[in-house]
C-alpha cells in the first residue's frame, strides 16, 4: 500500500464556528460554512472543496488530452453542482458536470471530450468503491517511549499512539515489521530514507529525536 500524498492533508478547527485551517504541502488555506449555518464563510465550504476537486480535476485531464491531440481549444471552463434526493431509506447523490469550451469543437471531439471528463482521477475514485477509515488519538496520550538508533538519527515510538503500523510495514517493510521484536530495524534502510518515512507518521506516534 503507498498513498497518494506524500505528506497527509491536515486540517485544525478550534473554538471559532466554524474556521478551520487545512494545511497542504505548500501552504495553509481556511474552510468554513457559510454564515447561513453558522460560519463566517471565509473561506470554501466541505460541499464546494469536494465539487472543486472534481471540477479541476476533469478540465485538467480534459488539457492533458487536447494538448496531447494537438486540438485548438484554448480554454475550458466547467461547472459543477449536486444534489440529493431519499430514495426508500437510502440517500442518491447526483453531481451535475457542465463541461464548456471556449472554441467549437465538432460533435465526434465532444462526445470523445465526455467520455474523457468521466474517467478523469476524480471521478473514479468517486463512482469507484469507497472506504473510509477513521482512528482517533489524544495529544499527551502516550504512556511510553521507546527508542531506536544506527549511530546517525535515532527514531522514537510512542505505541499507546500507534494507529497505523501497517502503513510502515507496507512502504518500508526492511525497516518495519510489527510481526517481529523489535519490530525496527535501523539496519534496514539508509538514514535519510527512514527519516522520510517517519516524517510521514500522522499521528506522530513515530518521530526523529534531535541530537
Known sequence: MKYLLEHPVTAVIGTEKYKCVVEWRHGKFIVDEPEATGG????????????????????????MYIDRKGWDVPQIGVAVNMYQELKGDKTITVIDRDVNFSSPVTDEQRERLIQIAKICPVSKILEGEIQIRTFAYSDGEEKNKHTYTNGDVTVAWKPDLCKHAARCATQLPTVFNPAVKPWVNMDGATSQEITDQVNKCPTGALSIEKK
Do not use: E, F, V
Open 40 to 63: 463566517n464563510d471565509l473561506g470554501p465550504d466541505p460541499y464546494t472543496l469536494l465539487l472543486s476537486s472534481l471540477g479541476t480535476c476533469t478540465i485538467a485531464t480534459l488539457r
